[in-house]
């Protein structure tokens, strides 16, 4: 399970908690980033995503077991409705309609425009989870 925190107060600081809930063992380490600019954290069991807002936002991934940054500030799409992250693969759908396959790694994109069901002309609203989980 992993955690991220602001750490002692500090606006520009943030702590990372590594945690074990079968062995108990806790690892911790300190990355400069703004814990108010984060708009979500992602993992996948060794990478973490962090997603920040600014004009744009940001996409930053750090190998949780080497404490190093692979990934900083990669452009974002500013809203999607559901994420999944496998490193080096996000993978989302953004403003409702389309599916976004991002390596982050290469930078490379591909797009999806999903928006009605070809064979019913049915929206796709919520059950958007299904389609990338």
Do not use: W
């Not at 708009?39 to 060794?46: A, H, M, Q, V």
């Not at 004009?55 to 692979?70: L, Q, S």
């Amino acid at each position: 399970v992993l955690f991220l925190r602001e750490y002692r107060n500090s606006l520009e600081v943030c702590q990372f908690i590594l945690f074990d809930p079968v062995s108990k063992e806790k690892h911790d380490f300190i990355v400069k980033l703004c814990f108010a600019d984060v708009l979500c954290l992602r993992f996948d069991g060794e990478y973490a995503l962090i997603k920040t807002i600014n004009k744009e936002d940001h996409i930053t991934v750090f190998h949780v077991k080497t404490h190093r940054c692979v990934v900083k500030d990669f452009p974002a799409a500013n809203f999607t409705l559901n994420e999944v992250f496998r490193y080096p693969l996000s993978i989302s759908i953004e403003d409702h309609c389309t599916l976004s396959v991002v390596n982050l790694k290469t930078g490379a994109r591909h797009t999806h425009f999903i928006h009605t069901n070809h064979s019913g002309g049915t929206e796709i609203g919520l059950l958007n989870r299904m389609i990338v989980s």
